[in-house]
C-alpha cells in the first residue's frame, strides 16, 4: 500500500532560525513528489515539485532534496519567518494509470517571535 | 491572479440531510478534484473528473456522493444523506492537464450534527 510518512509530526522553531522537515515514502513507480504549504483554514500550496531525475530545488527560502533510491525527501527552511507557521505536506504521485496521490499527514510548524 | 473558489465557506447540516458543496475552478483548467480533510487528519483523495466524466476515485466515494459540472463554470459535490463521520474540510482543486499542478480552493468546512 503506498504511503508517506511524515517527521516530525510538529516543531517550534524561533524566528530566523533554519529547520528541516522530513518526508519518507513507499510510492512505487514514483513519478513525483511535492511539498505543499497549509495554512490554517486554507487549501494546500505547491512550494516544490521533484521528480525522480531532481536532487534539489529552492523556491526562495525553501530548498528540498530528492533521494529516490531511499525514498527519502526533505524540506529545509532558511530564515524562518512568522508567516512560516503553517503545516507542511508531502504529497506523493505514482507513475502508470493512477494519478491519485498519496498524503503525508504533515508537519505542523510553529515560528515563535 | 486566477485561483479555485468555493462556496460556501462552513455548512451545518443535519445528519441525513443532503448537501451540496460548489466550486470555481480556474477557467482554463479542464481536471477538477474533490479532496477531503477531517480534522486532524491528512487530506483525502476523493474523485477525479475530466470531460463531463469521473476520471478516478477512492473508497471514500461511494453511493452516498456524485459529482457534477452543470455548466461551464461550477463543479458540485453532492452528498445524499449525510453521516455524523462526513464532518470535515472539504477542498476543491483543479489543474491544467492531468499531471500538472493541482491549485486547491480555500474549502468549505462541513459540519454534520
Known amino acids: 500500500k503506498n504511503q508517506v510518512e511524515q517527521s516530525p509530526q510538529s516543531l517550534i522553531i524561533l524566528e530566523g532560525k533554519n529547520c528541516t522537515l522530513q518526508?519518507?515514502?513507499?510510492?512505487?513507480?514514483?513519478?513525483?513528489l511535492r511539498w505543499y504549504k497549509q495554512d490554517t483554514g486554507r487549501g494546500p500550496v505547491s512550494l516544490t515539485i521533484m521528480t525522480f531525475s531532481e536532487n534539489t530545488k529552492s523556491n526562495g527560502r525553501y530548498t528540498a532534496t530528492l533521494d529516490a533510491d531511499t525514498k527519502q525527501s526533505s524540506l529545509h527552511i532558511t530564515a524562518s519567518q512568522l508567516s512560516d507557521s503553517a503545516s507542511y505536506i508531502c504529497v506523493v504521485r505514482g507513475a502508470g494509470g493512477s494519478y491519485i496521490p498519496t498524503f503525508g499527514r504533515g508537519t505542523s510548524l510553529i515560528v515563535h517571535p | 491572479e486566477p485561483e479555485v473558489t468555493q462556496t460556501p465557506s462552513h455548512q451545518v447540516t443535519q445528519m441525513g440531510q443532503e448537501v451540496i458543496l460548489r466550486c470555481v475552478p480556474i477557467?482554463?483548467?479542464?481536471?477538477f478534484y474533490w479532496y477531503r480533510q477531517i480534522l486532524g487528519q491528512k487530506v483525502e483523495f476523493l474523485v477525479s473528473?475530466?470531460?463531463?466524466?469521473?476520471?478516478?476515485k477512492s473508497e471514500i466515494f461511494d453511493d452516498q456522493f456524485s459529482v457534477e459540472r452543470p455548466d461551464g463554470s461550477n463543479f458540485t459535490l453532492k452528498i445524499r444523506s449525510t453521516k455524523l463521520e462526513d464532518s470535515a474540510m472539504y477542498f476543491c482543486?483543479?489543474?491544467?492537464?492531468?499531471?500538472?499542478?493541482?491549485?486547491f480552493g480555500p474549502g468549505t468546512r462541513l459540519t454534520v450534527l
Open positions: 473528473f475530466y470531460n463531463n466524466e469521473i476520471s478516478e
Open positions: 482543486a483543479s489543474s491544467g492537464t492531468r499531471g500538472d499542478e493541482q491549485f
Open positions: 477557467s482554463n483548467h479542464l481536471y
Open positions: 518526508c519518507n515514502y513507499t510510492v512505487s513507480p514514483f513519478s513525483n
